[in-house]
Structures are given as structure tokens and as C-alpha cells.
């Protein structure tokens, strides 16, 4: 076969040697390009995410309806509160039906806008400092930084965003490290907790939810 | 006196063994163990009821009354008392850096007694003590205990705090001293920590559907950040994100 094209045997095989590294590294370089692409949507999405928190904390502060607004969209934008609310519910979300699930995504999704009015005071009049940004797996990424505010106690607190490719291939935020202490960890420790110590019923952690919410 | 030191060897040994023979019969994504979970619930109970009428309230006049610069110079003096400590377990965990970083800044520090930092190392503040190192050396949390009045704890946890107090370089002062220090000492300290993560605090209590729960879950969080910076040897951005990104990647 080779001495019908009249190559010999050694030419032949450096060719192929060639063509491995030039496809390997085509390769690479391409995955680079894409990791440095999806590094600097997720700086981006995070540093507006600040932009946007600091604006709707300003008119929080002289108008709470109209920053109740700005935060559900906000929350919208930035955040995936489908994943969030699947992950906080794990594993009983595996085991509950189709209409409990429908009727839990809505309640959380008012829970989470009432523990985000909460917790966003953590980034009042502060400024976030990116360090480093992080890719675990094909659709994860991790934005990590800290708290700049001197004289203040919240000065140098590590803050990490954990944010999530999604099915539709947009960036969102699916947890918040704070000082190390896992915002969706503690929420799945709770939900967990509320749910067995109700006989493993997930329709338990819907009435919480709706008691929480509507007493 | 001999006796008492025995006793307290026999309970740290005992303690310890439990530990680290025992299985982590967990259910919850923070690995934390609660076999006698409604007894801690009820022990939670009256912490926080002890909280609620005694300890924040004090908190809050004492947050309303102090400086805060008066709060932050007591928590650098508490953690600079506690320096010496946190080198020996810093240098038995195997961080020389970190042991030597220490003693230069409680060797400087000794000036101004803890309230000021000389050393110009702000924010760098090691507070490594014998539950981390326990946990370096691979043993086990052991169960989650509820102590009245003190707060959340493990086994390994109590066993750290006993050799913690039968190590601690300050009981070269003699017993009397440290006991006097010590009694002096840890009611200024629980209502200075109080005062200083005041908003923290009551937000876990106040905005949680389950705060016994959530109590649990950041104090096992923090537990196991701790013990990782050694386990872990990369700069890795987040302690915990190991489990989580597992938790992640399972539910995709």
C-alpha cells in the first residue's frame, strides 16, 4: 500500500506523528480559547451581578416595593432558581411528583427572593475583588474573591460563586460560599432535615414553606 | 490532683477511641452525624432561649456601648492569648510557617498585649487547635453534641478542648492564674463573639425554616474547611467544594 504512493515507512510515520501533535494541539488551543471565553463571561456576569446589587440596595433603601421588583428580576437574570431549588430538595425532589414539584419551584422561588433581600445587605457599600476564577467539570465554574470594605467586619470575607452552564447554555449562579460556608449546603441541610423529620413526606417541606410564607 | 489529671486522660483516650472507631452514619451533605438528635434539639432549644433573654440582649447594649474599635482590640487580645496554642497545633498539623509566623507575632504582640497588632500582619490570624489536628490525623468527628450553654461540639471536638486545656503553653503561668484568666476571661469573650457576629447570628436564628439545622450544617461546614487547608495541599478556592461539586455533578 505505502510503495504504491511511494513513501516509505519512516516518512510515513513521522506524517502521522505530525498530524497526532497538530490535531492535539488545534485541539488544546481551541479548548483554551473556549475556557478563556467561558472566564470571562463568568467575571462579566458576576461584576454586573455587584453593579446591579449595589443599585437595587440604593433604591431598596427609599422605595422597598420597588426594590422588591428589581430583586426578582435580578434573581431572574443572574440566578437559576430551578437548579437552586432542585439542589436545596435533594434527593427527595427525585421522589416527588410532578405537582409538588410545580408548587415547591413557586414557593421557593418567593422563599429565595425573601432570603436574598436578607443576605444582599452582606454586599451594601462594599467592594468585590476577583482573584481567581475556577472550571470544575465541563459546566461549572467558580468566581472567587473577597470583600473589600477597611475598617469594616466584613473586610477580606472570601466570598465564591458557583456558577452553572444550563440548558440553555446560560450562565447562572447556583451558590454562594460565604467565609467557606456553603449557602446551598446549609439549605439542603435544612430542607433534608425538615423533610425526614417529617416522615421522608416532601409534601412536609411545602407546607413549611407555605407556613414561612403566608402566617 | 494526679488523679484528676488521669481521669481527664482516661475520658480524652476514651473520647478520642470513640471517635475514630466510630462510622460516619451520615444522611445530610454537610457529613455531619446526629445520633441523638432529639436530645441536642431540646439542649438547642435552651441555648437559644438562653440566647434570647440573656446573651443577646447584653450583646446588643454592649455593641450599642463600645467602640468598635474597643470590640476588635478584645478580639485580637482573644486571639492572641490563644497564639501560643495555635502554633504547637499549627507545627503538629506540619505547617512550620505557619507555627513561626505565630510565635513572631505573639512575641511582638506581647508589647501591647494582644488589643494592638504591631506586627502590621492584619488579617492573618492562625487559630488552629487540637480538634483540627485531630482531624489532620484522620480521626473522625465522632457524633454531634449539643453542650447547655457552650454550644455545638463532637466528640473529637471535646477531646480537643481537653488537651487543648492540658497543653495550652499559658498553663506555665501555674493553675490558679489560668483558672482566674479563664473565668475572667470567657464571659467578656462569649459576649464580645456575640457582639461581633451579631447580624450572622441572627440571621441563622431568626430567618431559617430550621435553625437547629442550619446551626448544624455551617458549624460542620466550618469544621471541615479547617481541617482541609492541611489535607488539601493546592490553593483550592473553596474547602468544601470537593462534596459539592460531587453533589453537583451526581444531580446533573
Request: with cysteine; hydrophobic share 45%; net charge negative.
Amino acid at each position: 500500500m505505502l510503495s504504491l504512493f511511494k513513501i516509505n515507512r519512516k516518512s510515513f510515520i513521522l506524517s502521522v506523528y505530525f498530524l497526532v501533535a497538530f490535531l492535539l494541539t488545534s485541539v488544546t488551543f481551541t479548548n483554551v480559547k473556549a475556557d478563556t471565553k467561558l472566564f470571562n463571561e463568568a467575571k462579566f456576569h458576576v461584576e454586573t451581578m455587584m453593579e446591579d446589587i449595589q443599585f437595587l440596595l440604593d433604591v431598596g433603601k427609599t422605595d422597598a416595593d420597588q426594590g422588591r421588583i428589581l430583586l426578582t428580576k435580578l434573581l431572574d437574570k443572574y440566578f437559576d432558581s430551578l437548579q437552586i431549588a432542585k439542589f436545596s430538595s435533594m434527593p427527595a425532589w427525585r421522589k416527588a411528583t410532578p405537582i409538588e414539584k410545580e408548587e415547591f419551584i413557586t414557593l421557593f422561588e418567593i422563599y429565595l427572593v425573601n432570603l436574598a433581600a436578607k443576605r444582599f445587605d452582606e454586599f451594601k457599600d462594599v467592594e468585590y475583588i476577583i482573584s481567581k476564577i475556577e472550571k470544575r467539570g465541563s459546566k461549572m465554574l467558580l468566581v472567587d474573591g473577597h470583600i473589600k470594605a477597611p475598617g469594616n467586619k466584613r473586610d477580606n470575607t472570601q466570598v465564591v460563586w458557583r456558577l452553572f452552564l444550563n440548558e440553555e447554555n446560560k450562565m447562572r449562579i447556583i451558590d454562594i460560599e460565604i467565609a467557606k460556608i456553603s449557602m446551598i449546603v446549609a439549605q439542603n441541610d435544612e430542607f433534608t432535615s425538615i423533610i425526614r423529620n417529617n416522615k421522608g413526606k416532601f409534601s412536609s417541606l411545602i407546607d413549611v414553606l407555605k407556613k414561612e410564607l403566608y402566617n | 490532683m494526679q488523679f484528676s489529671l488521669l481521669k481527664k486522660i482516661l475520658i480524652l483516650l476514651s473520647l478520642v477511641l470513640f471517635s475514630s472507631c466510630s462510622l460516619n452514619n451520615t444522611n445530610n451533605l454537610s457529613n455531619a452525624w446526629d445520633p441523638i438528635e432529639p436530645v441536642n434539639r431540646a439542649v438547642f432549644s435552651f441555648n437559644m432561649f438562653v440566647d434570647t433573654y440573656t446573651l443577646e440582649p447584653i450583646a446588643k447594649a454592649y455593641n450599642y456601648v463600645m467602640p468598635e474599635f474597643a470590640t476588635n482590640a478584645l478580639s485580637n487580645h482573644f486571639d492572641w492569648i490563644k497564639t501560643p496554642l495555635s502554633a504547637l497545633n499549627s507545627l503538629l498539623q506540619g505547617k512550620g510557617d505557619e507555627a513561626f509566623d505565630s510565635i513572631t507575632n505573639f512575641s511582638i504582640n506581647i508589647l501591647t498585649l494582644g488589643f494592638y497588632d504591631l506586627s502590621g500582619n492584619k488579617g492573618i490570624k492562625f487559630a488552629e487547635d487540637f480538634d483540627q489536628t485531630l482531624g489532620v490525623y484522620k480521626i473522625g468527628t465522632g457524633p454531634y453534641i449539643m453542650i447547655p450553654f457552650l454550644g455545638p461540639s463532637t466528640f473529637r471536638g471535646m477531646a480537643g478542648t481537653i488537651l487543648d486545656g492540658l497543653v495550652d503553653p499559658l498553663n506555665l503561668l501555674g493553675t490558679e492564674r489560668v483558672v482566674r484568666l479563664n473565668s475572667t476571661e470567657l464571659p467578656i469573650k462569649a459576649v464580645n463573639t456575640r457582639a461581633e457576629y451579631m447580624e450572622q447570628i441572627n440571621d441563622l436564628k431568626y430567618n431559617s425554616l430550621d435553625a437547629y439545622a442550619v446551626f448544624r450544617s455551617v458549624y460542620f461546614q466550618k469544621l471541615q474547611s479547617d481541617t482541609n487547608d492541611v489535607l488539601s495541599n493546592d490553593n483550592d478556592t473553596d474547602l468544601n467544594s470537593g462534596a459539592v461539586d460531587a453533589f453537583f455533578i451526581q444531580n446533573q
